[in-house]
């Protein structure tokens, strides 16, 4: 699955890293706890949260995450947005909620 696909079947929008958008991705993960991310994620290519926050990036590049996909309608902030720019990670953001956003992505056969 590319992160496009991802993009489509969230009706997301894209924030940052248009040009990443054909990158293929395996894994993904669902947290607003960014030490849960840390302390349990392993080779996840997308995490979904509700936080908002420089973290979010960091915790993301730290693990090797390609994308970001914002819950719930949360905004990042250009700071954020810039951030994730420079460690070349996708941003994106949809109105869904972190529970059926990860279903859906999980019975088009992303796994967690």
Known sequence: MTINDI???LN?????????????VHNACGSDMM????AF????????????????VRTAEMMDMVCIIF????????EIINLAADR???????????????????QAGLRG
Not at 14 to 24: A, I, K, N, P, W
Not at 35 to 38: A, G, N, R, T
Not at 41 to 56: A, E, R
Request: net charge neutral; charged share 20%; with cysteine.
């Open 35 to 38: 030490s849960d991310v840390l």
């Open 71 to 78: 819950v719930r309608g949360k905004e990042p902030s250009e």
């Open 41 to 56: 994620v392993k080779d996840q290519s997308v995490l979904l949260t509700g936080l908002v926050n420089s973290q979010v």
């Open 12 to 24: 997301a929008t894209v924030v940052s890293g248009h040009q990443l958008l054909d990158t293929e």
């Open 7 to 9: 993009k489509n079947l």
């Open 88 to 106: 070349g990670i996708v941003l994106m953001k949809t109105s869904l909620r972190m529970f059926p956003a990860c279903g859906i992505l999980y």
